[in-house]
């Protein structure tokens, strides 16, 4: 794998030469930063030119993120709006004998010993997402599995800084972005037959997009909405 920086009319472009059949060209949130991955056949000249070609596609897709919406900081104080499964609630904290974090009517409540500072409020909240997430998680993948007739594989829960998910498909394991649990169950939905399908195709090609439009119809509209739903701080797929 080689890797070259080239600016191309004003565009600084980071290009990835590896062992793939096509050009794949790439704008990442949050700030339009842009990639191309490259068949290591092509010269560089030729993969300047095939930018050159998209560069109105790049100025869009960049103009898109930096009009989307980003979720603020948060400093887990009562009466702060949260989100959870798509919905929004207002955050209770409590002082309790034990920890403890769950729903109550339109209240996320976090029960925790007195003198719990942010940092330790905000690991209780995101356990309780962990939790939760993984629950859902863990039916999606075992109802496509079924449909896929796919061994139902491993799965693993964390913070990523570029992706919704993964897959490694040598080793037949799924990631997925803690950051979804905050999401409708529509956009954990296609995260999971998203990764899933890259058990038969790694690549996103016309074979990816039958598998996906076979498995889940509906792909196109929630991978539209879980785009336009507010970014994390942090640079997310």
């Not at 842009?34 to 897709?61: C, M, N, R």
């Not at 990816?208 to 909405?225: G, N």
Request: glycine residues 4%.
């Amino acid at each position: 794998m080689i890797k070259e920086s080239v600016k191309v009319v004003g565009f600084d472009v980071e290009v990835t030469f590896k062992d793939i059949k096509n050009l794949h060209l790439r704008v990442h949130p949050p700030h339009g930063k842009v990639t191309v991955s490259s068949p290591l056949f092509y010269d560089l000249d030729k993969v300047k030119i095939y930018i050159a070609t998209k560069l109105g596609w790049i100025k869009k897709e960049q103009q898109k993120f930096l009009n989307q919406l980003r979720e603020q900081p948060r400093d887990f104080i009562t009466q702060e709006t949260h989100y959870f499964l798509g919905a929004k609630y207002l955050l209770l904290v409590q002082i309790g004998e034990r920890n403890r974090v769950y729903i109550d009517g339109d209240k996320l409540v976090v029960q925790t010993r007195e003198g719990a500072d942010r940092a330790y409020k905000e690991k209780l909240v995101y356990q309780f997402y962990r939790k939760e997430l993984r629950i859902r998680l863990q039916r999606y993948i075992e109802e496509y599995s079924k449909v896929m007739g796919l061994e139902i594989p491993d799965f693993k829960i964390r913070v990523m800084r570029t992706k919704w998910g993964s897959c490694a498909t040598e080793l037949k394991c799924l990631w997925f972005n803690i950051e979804l649990a905050k999401k409708p169950l529509d956009s954990i939905e296609y995260v999971v037959v998203h990764e899933l399908v890259h058990l038969f195709e790694r690549h996103h090609n016309k074979r990816f997009v039958l598998l996906m439009d076979e498995y889940l119809p509906s792909w196109r509209l929630q991978k539209k909405i879980l785009n336009e739903l507010a970014l994390p701080m942090y640079e997310v797929k």
